[in-house]
């Protein structure tokens, strides 16, 4: 070799932060560069670079050096570590596959003789356990050195009442004999029961009880029942109001002589409903029909049995509704609504707000800061002013922390919207003239009886294409 001066004299190599790409640069352009590919390898080796070299950038690097001057090139690029496997909480008691499903008869109407049998839980039973997150498959950075895999994000149990978790927090046990419950967000209770053998009367009265309700009989109108845990009542519900932070299941159904109002944290299920207003947190399951009720499922409202009708008033769901029938051959009108609950868009709206003022705030406290470490550096920081100092750490510290979680939260809603695309409204059998879709932000109004169809958002409107 002809130079000189050694190769570090023309040529400097840089690695990333996380040590999983290396770039090369040449500071000097020699006159002449008699250089080798193997030169090349043996400098990289020489400055840590052993792994994922570029033999093809180098190459080109030797062939035709002006391009490299004063520019950091990747050439050499490593393996990052892969994604970790997310624990999970798996629920030993599922109340939904331990209760028996009724049996569907016929002519449309549903056999509940076995539905409120109750399977409860003793003290100390183990009703939840946690499995713990995985760390994914490992990487390699560009010195050759090995870097582990990415941990997953550990589960947590979402501790409701009357339960107890061991200490490193691997399994969840019912703290007292009663009902598993899962109410909204998740969390898992146990709740005593209380029966009511009969109808709830003015003998009765109303209920308002921190556990499960099952009532043996009808609920009259102007009566109230309200439940921190499950309701079940296996007649039929009048005029009613009715709440649940967990599920209600009504056997005979709901003739709400427009008065009933009834909400269930999770799901409610009922043989029919007519003139009533419904809330659910996630699926209103009907065998029968919904008939001039207003009627709001958090995911989906099914009315797919037989009879499976639908028909006036308005249904509200978060992604679906499927029906047997929709409307009438009277063209009785009739709002089918899928898409985004209107609550998220609402939210939204303020969390973006909040975020906007959260960052002008952090702005201020940071240019306080620097101000404050600036008189730190050049030694002129009275004690005032530490303590001031300290206060704004703490103060930007919080701010950085709600900004995060209401980033997290925007990002939560944003995939919501995303996940228009996947509401539809599905007809089993057909879809009579007088009902109105909205999905989203647009609407269209049925005018001819048609069959078989779903309708969907497709290119910004709506199409009502064959069923599956």
Known sequence: MSTELPLEHYISVSLAEDKLTASIQIVTLPDSFPYTVNDIIAFLHKNHVRYGIQRDVIAALIQDPKPFVQTKTVVATGDPPGPGIDGEIRNLYDAD????????LEDGTVDYKEVTRLTNV??????????????????????????????GKEARFKLGKNVVADGEQKALYAAMDGMVVYTENDKINVFPVFEVNGDVDYNVGNIDFLGTVV???NVLSGFKV???GDIRVTGGVEGAEIEALGSIEISAGILGH?????????????????DAVIEAGQNVVVSQSIMHSQVRAGQNVQCAGP??????????????????????????????????LPELRNELTTLRQQLKQNQDGLDKTEKALTLLD???????????????????????KQAVDEQNGIKERILEIEKTLEDTDRARVQVISMVYGGTKIVIGRYTRFVKDATSRVQFMYSAGDISMLPNE
Do not use: C, Y
Request: proline residues 6%.
């Open 122 to 151: 003793r003290k100390g039973q183990l009703i939840a356990e946690r499995l713990p997150a995985k760390e994914g498959p490992p990487g390699r950075d560009v010195t050759g050195e090995t870097i582990p895999g990415r941990s």
């Open 307 to 340: 009879k499976g009708l639908i028909v006036g008033g308005t249904i509200q769901a978060g992604e679906k509704v499927i029906a047997r029938t929709i409307g009438n051959p009277m063209s009785t009108p009739t709002s089918v609504e899928v898409g985004v």
């Open 97 to 104: 596959a331990e209760r028996k499903k009724p049996a569907e």
């Open 215 to 217: 009532i043996r009989g």
């Open 226 to 228: 309200k439940a921190a």
């Open 258 to 274: 427009n008065k009933a109002v009834i909400r269930a944290g999770v799901n409610l299920k009922s043989s029919f409903i007519q």
């Open 374 to 396: 600036q008189l730190a550096a050049a030694g002129t920081l009275s004690s005032d002013k530490l303590a001031m100092r300290i206060k704004l750490t703490h103060t930007k």
